[in-house]
């Protein structure tokens, strides 16, 4: 019986490797909420690279509800996630999370790893209008992607795209290229996650260039959450103001992953479409 359960293991992971990036779960909040007319003038987002749920070390055994204490701190109401995973033979992590908290979610599967699927995820108080996958596999020594949803109530929208960017500055720079000339990218965007900027690069001047820069103009330091000094994660945004930009440094997030969530207090516009456009390289 165990080996039969083993090969079952190696074959949903072939083909989960064969197809990645492809977007896996997609969900309603399981506790419906009257909805208002619009999205608000303001909101919060978030980004957290949650560690496969294993804490700061990364040697804990997993345990998505300290993650999930942290992400009920940042009272945020889109959330990017990066590096979750949904094991294969155990009960859903995501899933239970965002049933808890009732918030939708999204997760895009990027790569197979040895005991599930791992990919990017959203979490979000508001229904998801549409969803999209970029992929950004451009080395062969890394699977990366990228996972857009856009929110849309009234006539205010917003479009959140969470992703988890290449170790190298080379492939880096092609996935934002990538991303900034996607041409469903329209209107208030933001973009978020773990970016691996730990300096400025080419890829994060055309960032910048493209979504400007945070009024702080430094980025605030996330990474390693113990003692931050590296400022991996961001939150670059177009057609929505980024008011406010801080680290959640609380006892749980210092515990429940190697990197702190970074929060951002948006403005939106009421607007009319605005498409990105990718400075040169």
């Known amino acids: 019986m165990v080996e039969v359960l083993r090969d079952a293991q190696r074959a949903h992971r072939a083909r989960v490797e064969a197809a990645a990036p492809y977007v896996s779960l997609v969900r309603a909040a399981s506790k419906s909420t009257a909805m208002p007319q619009q999205l608000p003038a303001r909101m919060r987002v978030a980004t957290y690279n949650v560690h496969r749920w294993s804490g700061a070390s990364g040697r804990q055994v997993p345990d998505a509800t300290r993650t999930g204490i942290v992400i009920s701190e940042l009272n945020a109401d889109v959330v990017a996630l990066q590096e979750v995973l949904r094991p294969f033979d155990a009960k859903d992590p995501l899933t239970e999370l965002a049933e808890a908290q009732h918030l939708h979610v999204a997760f895009v599967v990027t790569r197979a790893h040895r005991r599930g699927e791992l990919g990017n995820a959203i979490l979000s108080r508001w229904p998801i209008t549409s969803l999209f996958v970029l992929d950004l596999s451009f080395s062969r020594l890394e699977r990366r992607s990228a996972l857009a949803a856009e929110f849309k109530l009234g006539d ?105 969530p970074v929060i951002a207090g948006l403005k939106l516009p009421v607007m009319a479409n605005q498409t990105l456009t990718p400075s040169s390289f």
């Open 156 to 260: 205010r929208s917003l479009t959140v795209v969470a992703t988890h960017l290449a170790l190298r500055d080379r492939t880096r720079q092609r996935q934002v290229r990538t991303i900034l000339s996607h041409p469903q990218l329209q209107g208030p965007v933001v973009l978020m996650g773990d970016l691996n900027a730990w300096r400025r690069s080419k890829a994060t001047r055309a960032l910048e260039a493209a979504l400007g820069v945070h009024g702080n103009r430094r980025w605030p330091a996330s990474f390693p959450s113990v003692r931050p000094i590296l400022a991996l994660d961001r939150i670059y945004s177009r057609g929505a103001q980024i008011e406010t930009l801080e680290v959640h440094r609380s006892l749980e997030a210092r515990r429940a992953s190697d990197h702190l």
